[in-house]
């Protein structure tokens, strides 16, 4: 008789213990379905419209983070510089204004219609431009300056796919 409630016993036991294993704990977590994230990941490239600078000069894709400065109340120079010592080089994008416009590249620095882009490298010394024009789309001297250009060096080097965005001081 013992070894009867005993066994019975031992059957209820493990009937418990395996339905109460099987059945759903308040406590145990509900899947979750994982979230897509579809905003963009920065990339900090001026060349596609973040803030800085980017050309093409020649066949050489050139581009970063550039600096405004403001002479004299009447002349905006977008600054360009990259690397140091023997592979410095830089762009200075001089443009004779304050408001958007197209300012023509020739040399003549006419108050409100001219600009400037000149090249330099440790390596080639100075290139001055031959032609070309500068595009200003927006102009503020706190805010930042915009716009496009495409210019003929003296030396014949072209720059194209110009671009200078949200240049601040």
């Known amino acids: 008789m013992k070894k009867l409630i005993l066994n019975t016993f031992l059957i209820i036991s493990i009937?418990?213990?395996?339905?109460?294993?099987?059945?759903k704990d308040d406590d145990d977590p509900t899947p979750s379905t994982p979230t897509v994230n579809n905003t963009p990941t920065p990339t900090n490239d001026p060349c596609n419209g973040d803030p800085g600078f980017c050309m093409d000069y020649g066949t050489v894709n050139k581009s970063g983070p550039a600096k405004l400065f403001v002479y004299n109340g009447s002349r905006?120079?977008?600054y360009w510089e990259n690397g140091s010592g023997s592979t410095f080089e830089q762009v200075e994008l001089d443009i004779e204004g304050l408001v958007p416009g197209t300012y023509n590249v020739d040399g003549l620095a006419i108050p409100g219609s001219s600009?400037?882009?000149?090249y330099y490298s440790t390596a080639n010394g100075v290139v001055n431009p031959a032609y070309g024009t500068v595009t200003?789309?927006?102009?503020?001297?706190?805010n930042g300056v915009t716009g496009t250009f495409?210019?003929?060096?003296?030396?014949?080097?072209?720059?194209?796919?110009g671009k200078f965005?949200?240049?601040?001081?």
């Not at 495409?150 to 194209?160: F, Y």
């Open 15 to 23: 009937v418990a213990v395996s339905t109460t294993s099987c059945s």
């Open 76 to 78: 905006t120079r977008v």
């Open 115 to 118: 600009a400037n882009v000149q």
């Open 136 to 142: 200003v789309t927006a102009l503020d001297t706190i």
């Open 150 to 161: 495409t210019v003929t060096m003296q030396d014949s080097t072209k720059i194209t796919n």
């Open 165 to 169: 965005t949200d240049i601040v001081k």
